[in-house]
């Protein structure tokens, strides 16, 4: 589907202006840009394994601690590889400035009404750069745990962030992302007592939603594990 038509939907979507006639080519189109987008998304991963990056999204509401643990882990990375952080917010550069000092390089993404990056963006980035000048890429998606679900951007695995901050039932009432997601990290454990957070709960509905998922329990302001992201990261 040509781009133009995506990008027709989602305004249409986004502002509910969708009338009752319409709604079912919109819904069968919906479907159509999501199975498209994972296509672009495999064509991303298989570029970027062409030249040896390693990739991962980073997904979580805003206030998480997404770009602080980004900061952290790239601080002590940024000895080892050559990173690209891609930052995606409906508006301003706040987040790619931040880490930006870490001495990495970054591109923000301002989506405008969008919730979510898609592979689109990605794969507009992944054309425009010399891949040869990196061999690790995050990508920081928009501060949100609905609209990235459905969206894989071609990266190698992805890490959903919460904090204790958000309440106890964040995790089970996202099940879709958490089921997507290799990594899910709990931030902020630093707060557990002051809130009263059940942080229990949160590490076992992570589980029961998906298995397979590693649960990393962390504080950002402490310090506290940051070493074992890298190491869960293989990185
Ligand atoms: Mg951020």
Known sequence: MKEKEYERVMELESRKLAQEHNRQIIIQTQKEVEKNNDSIAELIN????????????????IGAGKTAILEKITDILARKYKILVICGDITTRVDADRIQKKNVDTIQINT??????????ILKIVKNIDLNKYNLIFIE??????????????????????STAEGEWVVEKHPLLFRMSEIAIINKIDLKERLGTDLDKMINDAKNINPNIKVILTSAKNNEGIEEIIKELNL
């Open 112 to 121: 405008g009404r969008e919730c979510a990056l898609n592979a689109y963006y």
């Open 141 to 162: 998606n928009v501060g949100n745990l609905i609209c990235p679900a459905e969206f894989q951007l071609g990266m190698d695995k992805r890490v959903t962030i919460v």
């Open 46 to 61: 298989n570029k970027l394994h062409e030249h040896n990056i390693k990739s991962f999204d980073i997904v979580g509401a």
